[in-house]
């Protein structure tokens, strides 16, 4: 039993370092674009702007943010993201018409541990990381069948530690 134990750590590690040029792309890309997402939100008319109107619409408003075009350039963006995320996705793993409820679980665990709000981007990046290193590594102790309830641990394990998430600010 014990060696069996064993084995699976040794292999998972050994599993853990191989790492595929595909991988290596999808990482970079989205490191890439994490980081010009944070440069527009910080750097930009319209990232202020933005800001602005998460914050206080109205006051935004008043200030002559036009709060059509900015909800209108925020779901361009969210699309963008989503096209790009699941293009990325692709190029990694077999795509079926059931991977939605699949996908489902560990994207909101990663939303939420990494923290809801306008300076969460680097925290649903990371809290994405640790969702799914995570689940990688209970597959090395636990059997298989049980790897889809580890977001699930980790959502209740978050909001239990740290509620507004990783990088979530407390909420007054």
């Known amino acids: 039993m014990f060696q069996s134990v064993l084995d699976g750590i040794l ?3 050994i599993r853990l370092i191989l790492i595929k ?23 930009t008319t319209f990232g202020f702007a933005l800001r602005a109107v998460a914050e206080t619409p109205a006051l935004a408003q008043v ?11 925020v779901w361009i963006i ?4 989503s096209a790009a ?36 981007v680097y925290g649903a990046v990371l809290g994405g990381f640790i969702v799914e290193i995570a689940s990688g590594l209970a597959l090395l ?19 239990k530690v740290r509620p507004q998430g990783l990088f979530g600010e407390e909420q007054r």
């Open 78 to 81: 969210a699309g963008s993201l």
């Open 141 to 159: 102790v636990l059997p298989s069948g049980y790897a889809p309830a580890m977001p699930f641990l980790i959502i209740l394990a978050v909001l």
């Open 63 to 73: 200030a002559g943010v036009r709060l059509s075009t900015v909800i209108a350039a």
């Open 85 to 120: 995320a699941g293009t990325l996705y692709a190029l990694t793993n077999q795509l079926n018409p059931m991977i939605g409820p699949v996908f489902l679980l560990p994207v909101f665990a990663a939303t939420i541990v990494g923290g809801i709000g306008i300076g969460s």
């Open 11 to 13: 292999t998972g590690a």
């Open 21 to 43: 040029a595909d991988q290596v792309f999808v990482l970079v890309l989205a490191l890439v674009l994490m980081l010009a997402l944070h440069l527009v939100l910080t750097r």
